[in-house]
Each structure stands twice: as C-alpha cells, then as structure tokens.
C-alpha cells in the first residue's frame, strides 16, 4: 500500500531515511523511488529533447498555431533535461519575467507582514523533510523557499501566505533556479488554481461539487457508495487540489501529472482525482469492507500502489469519457446551486433582521403609561451570506494560447 503523507510525516526518521538519496534527491518518505521504471533508450532521449528544444524556439508559434502538437508531447512526458525549461515556457512564466526584470529582487528587499513572514518562518521546515534541498534550515532549499513564498505574499497581498502554498512553491524549486520558480509560482496561484488559497475556500468549495458530480457520470458505483456514507468531497479532495497533487503522488507519478497540469489546465487534477476514486473503490469487495465513513476516507487516503503508479494514472486519465463541455456543464449546475444557496442564506438573513427589529420595537413600548419597565432585546446571529460564487469560467493563458480552462 503507498503511504499517506500524513502518516509519513508520524515515523521515525531513522527508520525511514536512507544514507543515500535516490536520483530525484530523496532520502526517504514515500516518494523515494528505489526502482526506477525502465529509461527509454539514448536514441529516443534524444529525439525527443531535440523535439521539445526545437518547440521552444518557436513556442509562439506552436502556442498559436498548433497547441495541440504542445499537449500530445506533455501527455507522452517531457525529458527531464528539457523539464525546467518547458515548464518556464507552459505556464506563461516566461511573459511574466520578461514584463516584471527586477521585481522579484525588489520584492526580496522588501521587509513584509510581520505575521506572514513568521508563519512562513514555522512552515518552511515541513516541505519535503526527506529531500536533500530541505534537510536542514542553512540548507539553499530552505531559505529560497522562505524568499519565493515572502515574495509572494507581498507581490499580492490579496492572498497572502496560504499553508497549502508552500509544498507547490517547494516542489518548484526543485527543478528552477528561485526567480524562476517564483514566477511559475506566480502563474500556478493566480491562474491555475485562482481563489484557491482566498480565505473562505468558496472555489474550492464548488469544485468540490464539480468533482462530485463528474464522478457521478464517470464511476455511478462510488459516487453512490461516497453517497450512502455521507463522505463528503472535502473530506478526501482538499489537500489534492489546494496543493496540486504535490503531497499525494508518488514523485515519477507527479512529474508526469505536472506535465499536463501545466498544459491543460486544473481539468488534470480532476482528472486524477476521478482516476484514483474510481480504482481505489471501484470493486465491490473493497467497498462492502468500507462500511462507514471513517473506513471510506482510510482506502481513499491510502491507495493501492498500482493505482497511483504513472502509466496507469495517465492512461486512464486519458480513457475518462469526459468532455469539455461536461466540465462546463457541472460548473453551470454548481454556479445555480450556489446562487440558490445564497438566496436562501439572504432570505433568512432578512427574516432574522425582522424579527430582531420587531422584538426592539416590542420590547421599548411604554407599559402601563411607563417607561420605567424592563426592555428586552433579542440578540440574532446573523450570517455573513457566505456562499457567493466567485468561479466564473476563466482562460488559462500558458503562453500565448489559451491552452486550460477552469470548468
């Protein structure tokens, strides 16, 4: 069985980490990769390098002319010496580099919000504990993750430092130099997953419904078993979207799954998500054994090892009978929802209001020719309305194409 980040994060370090690392830097943790699936060959390595070298020379030109070509090549996974770069390019981060030369410099001389800097300052620490770039707090990987997340937070101070942010900012440096990876950071919090990390979590609040409903037309046997036990998506999908999959994949998994990401948009993520759902509890066996919500939510966070494997993960990610249009279409449905919602909160809201109003004029009416007797107020809690649907469609530009859509 793979191994939850979570309880990762509860054994010992001596019993988990090795007196070497793997060949992505990791010493220990259930994203060490001791046996590495089979290389290509020299030959196609090389094909395919002088391939993604060639696209990003003309990346204008495929970005607008011929995308498609773009995507096939990121589904087949991108070499690894060409990965840094092509990453750079997918995610519009280039653009915003060359539009912002001396931001981030500037950003870094920046002292920031006191309370943010110290929360980073908790945080860092935790991303990654076993990979060699995180080990210790003098370690590079450590203070530029410190650099890339107080840069951020000034640079838009909408949303601040989010928790959920760092192992994404982590998992970039690991493959850019810092400015690099922040301006990829960049695109990934305010494009990809925008609103995400906005206190309140509305977005991902409604995706959470998108993704219900999607595995409802995908898989009918889960959605009805996650039904019956009341396990709602919330339960099993935050850290999966909020952190882009970073703490859930194993790492080959998670490269592959980057790849498209960063080419297609979140759809990717929903996408694995409705894989694993599907795999983990698609037999009937395992979801008579899971009899409760308790039990549900320990299969789904602890998964077969063959289910999060890459070439099943992408394979079947490809084989979902899922359409654009069928991602827009739960989007719809979540937004009326929502907006149902809200009125039903406004109209209680009002109705309490009334009542409040009421019970003061009552209350302060003189009693027997005097005002001398007791008032009495009723105090009503009045929500805020929360619920408002702030996830209108939106284009994700990677590059010069709008290559992504949200649902």
Request: hydrophobic share 35%; charged share 20%; glycine share 10%.
């Given at each position: 069985m793979a191994t939850s980040?979570?309880?990762?994060?509860?054994?010992s370090l001596c019993s988990t980490v090795s007196s070497c690392p793997d060949r992505?830097?990791?010493?220990?943790?259930?994203?060490?990769?001791?046996?590495?699936k089979e290389p290509l060959s020299k030959a196609q390595i090389i094909a395919r390098e002088k391939k993604w070298l060639y696209m990003i020379d003309n990346w204008s030109l495929y970005m607008s002319k011929n995308y498609k070509k773009i995507r096939d090549r990121c589904r087949k996974g991108i070499p690894k010496s060409v990965r840094p770069r092509a990453w750079f390019y997918l995610s519009g981060a280039y653009l915003l580099k060359k539009k912002?030369?001396?931001?981030?410099?500037?950003?870094?001389?920046?002292?920031?919000?006191?309370?943010?800097?110290e929360e980073i300052k908790k945080d860092k620490h935790r991303q990654f504990p076993f990979h060699e770039m995180f080990l210790d707090e003098d370690?590079?990987?450590?203070?530029?993750?410190?650099?890339?997340?107080?840069?951020?937070?000034?640079?838009?101070?909408?949303?601040?430092f989010c928790q959920a942010?760092?192992?994404?900012?982590?998992?970039?440096?690991?493959?850019l130099p810092a400015e690099d990876a922040f301006w990829v950071f960049v695109s990934v919090c305010d494009v990809y997953l925008e609103d995400y990390f906005i206190s309140g979590l509305e977005v991902l609040q409604n995706d959470a419904g998108i993704?219900?409903?999607?595995?409802?037309?995908?898989?009918?046997?889960?959605?009805?078993?996650?039904?019956?036990?009341?396990?709602?998506?919330?339960l099993y999908m935050t850290d999966w979207f909020l952190c882009a999959m970073t703490r859930t994949l194993p790492w080959e998994t998670l490269l592959r799954v980057w790849d498209c990401?960063?080419?297609?948009?979140?759809?990717?993520?929903?996408?694995?998500?409705?894989?694993?759902?599907?795999?983990?509890?698609?037999?009937?066996?395992?979801?008579?054994?899971?009899?409760?919500?308790?039990?549900?939510?320990?299969?789904?966070?602890?998964?077969?090892?063959?289910?999060?494997?890459?070439?099943?993960i992408i394979n079947n990610m490809q084989r979902l009978n899922l359409r654009v249009e069928d991602f827009q279409i739960e989007h719809t449905r979540q937004k009326a929802r929502r907006a149902k919602q809200k009125a039903q909160e406004a109209t209680a809201a009002q109705n309490n209001s009334n009542t409040n109003t009421f019970s003061r004029s009552?209350?302060?009416?003189?009693?027997?020719?005097?005002?001398?007797?007791?008032?009495?107020?009723?105090?009503?809690?009045?929500?805020?309305?929360?619920?408002?649907?702030t996830t209108a469609p939106i284009s994700i530009k990677n590059g010069s194409s709008n290559s992504g859509h949200r649902p």
């Open positions: 980040p979570r309880s990762v994060d509860t054994i992505n830097g990791f010493y220990g943790g259930f994203q060490r990769t001791d046996k590495p912002n030369p001396n931001i981030y410099k500037e950003l870094l001389e920046k002292p920031g919000n006191a309370h943010i800097i370690k590079v990987g450590q203070i530029e993750l410190f650099n890339v997340l107080k840069a951020y937070s000034i640079y838009n101070p909408k949303v601040g942010q760092a192992p994404i900012a982590a998992f970039l440096l690991m493959h993704l219900e409903g999607l595995l409802k037309k995908t898989c009918p046997p889960v959605y009805r078993h996650l039904q019956k036990h009341k396990v709602e998506p919330l990401f960063l080419a297609e948009g979140i759809r990717v993520i929903f996408k694995v998500a409705l894989v694993i759902l599907g795999a983990t509890l698609n037999r009937h066996k395992i979801r008579k054994q899971c009899n409760g919500l308790c039990e549900t939510l320990e299969v789904l966070r602890n998964p077969p090892e063959h289910v999060l494997d890459e070439d099943f009552r209350g302060s009416s003189p009693t027997n020719g005097s005002n001398s007797g007791n008032v009495t107020v009723v105090n009503v809690n009045v929500g805020d309305g929360a619920g408002v649907d």
